[in-house]
């Protein structure tokens, strides 16, 4: 049988790495497996042997052409998993020289995604959220900011869509009510 291929977005700080986990959890007691990914691991991996960057955060302020290097990198070798793949990633990275788009057409391509998942919720929520997660250096930005590149991420989703045919899943991950959004989640994943 062949895999679902599922695209996990949103920006940093909105807990798509939180929502995809309670999701998981709850697909796996119906005997439903994904093998969770995470793009930014898969890039990350080649630029610290190759000595460009130290941390992960540090990525989107490399060199663009460098960017586009390990992406394209990162979607061939995440082409070959088979089976049901969940890919952690973004929809736009923001970048010194504005936004890149996380899924270009070569990307598409490679990964053939069936859907698209959105995670969003409120600027300000986010803003706080970044605020409080000391593990990653998170850009500092105003709501106002955040609020455009969200609506950035739909905008350019869409894009995606018209290059695939997936369908597109938008879910909120608002505070407090994470299970809504795991379950949210996990219904578009069975
Ligand atoms: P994350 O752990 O999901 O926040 O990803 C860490 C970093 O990986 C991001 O800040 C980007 O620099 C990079 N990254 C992740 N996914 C992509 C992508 N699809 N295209 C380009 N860069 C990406
Ligand atoms: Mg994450």
């Given amino acids: 049988m062949v895999g679902k291929k599922v695209i996990i977005t949103g920006v940093p700080g909105v807990g798509k790495t939180t929502v995809v986990n309670e999701a998981l959890k709850k697909l796996k007691q119906e005997g439903i497996e994904y093998q969770a990914i995470n793009f930014g691991t898969f890039m990350f991996d080649v630029a610290k042997t190759e000595n460009i960057v130290q941390d992960r955060d540090q990525m989107r302020t490399m060199d663009r052409t460098v960017q586009k290097r390990l992406q394209q990198h990162a979607a061939q070798a995440?082409?070959?998993i088979s089976g049901n793949v969940l890919i952690d990633t973004h929809a736009s990275v923001k970048t010194l020289k504005g936004y890149l788009p996380?899924?270009?057409?070569?990307?598409?391509?490679?990964?053939?995604?069936?859907?698209?998942?959105?995670?969003?919720?409120?600027?300000?929520?986010?803003l706080i959220r970044r605020l409080s997660d000391e593990t990653r250096s998170r850009d500092k930005e105003g709501s106002k900011v955040i609020?455009?590149?969200?609506?950035?991420?739909?905008?350019?989703?869409?894009s995606y869509a018209m290059l695939t045919g997936c369908t597109?899943?938008?879910?909120?991950?608002?505070?407090?009510?994470?299970?809504r959004a795991a379950d949210d989640m996990a219904a578009v994943l069975r």
């Fill in 78 to 80: 995440i082409a070959k």
């Fill in 102 to 126: 996380g899924l270009p057409e070569w990307v598409l391509r490679e990964i053939m995604p069936d859907l698209i998942v959105l995670v969003e919720t409120d600027d300000d929520q986010i």
């Fill in 147 to 158: 609020g455009e590149h969200q609506q950035f991420n739909r905008a350019i989703a869409a």
């Fill in 168 to 179: 597109i899943k938008i879910v909120t991950n608002a505070d407090f009510l994470l299970d």
